[in-house]
């Protein structure tokens, strides 16, 4: 549900939804809410807050899973106008989704696109 009201664009809702769970959440589903914190306080422009977050300790998170810390975090730099250290984030992230995630999965598509907006001309 979180995830879908970001794409909404409803990102204060999901904020609600993950801070609501993670005390009580555990593995998989703690990292997942993880991430939909991080998306949910970029998307809102707070992306002090989501590098913060970022940086805390995270579950251990599924496979499938794979460059999508990186990846919210790189959004939080960039967002911070780290365009290096964004860059940087992303091509790391791209790099391991390269090697662990079909070329067509969302994330993927994701990273290029990311890379490409924050690699200079």
């Given at each position: 549900?979180?995830?879908?009201?970001?794409?909404?664009?409803?990102?204060?809702?999901?904020?609600?939804?993950?801070?609501?769970?993670?005390?009580r959440?555990?593995?998989?589903?703690?990292?997942?809410?993880?991430?939909?914190?991080?998306?949910?306080?970029?998307?809102?422009?707070?992306?002090?807050?989501?590098?913060?977050?970022?940086?805390?300790?995270?579950?251990?998170?599924?496979?499938?899973?794979?460059?999508?810390?990186?990846?919210?975090?790189?959004?939080?730099l960039?967002?911070l106008?780290?365009?290096?250290?964004?860059?940087?984030?992303?091509?790391?992230?791209?790099?391991?989704?390269?090697?662990?995630?079909?070329?067509?999965?969302?994330?993927?598509?994701?990273l290029?696109?990311?890379?490409?907006l924050?690699?200079?001309?």
């Amino acid at each position: 549900m979180g995830d879908v009201l970001c794409a909404l664009g409803r990102h204060e809702e999901a904020e609600t939804i993950a801070r609501g769970h993670l005390p009580r959440a555990e593995g998989h589903l703690a990292a997942g809410l993880h991430l939909l914190l991080l998306h949910s306080l970029s998307g809102q422009g707070r992306h002090e807050e989501a590098l913060a977050e970022s940086a805390r300790q995270c579950p251990e998170s599924h496979p499938g899973d794979t460059g999508a810390h990186e990846l919210a975090t790189a959004v939080a730099l960039n967002g911070l106008g780290r365009h290096d250290d964004a860059r940087e984030k992303a091509q790391q992230a791209l790099t391991a989704c390269e090697r662990y995630l079909h070329p067509s999965h969302h994330r993927v598509a994701e990273l290029r696109a990311l890379v490409a907006l924050i690699t200079p001309a």
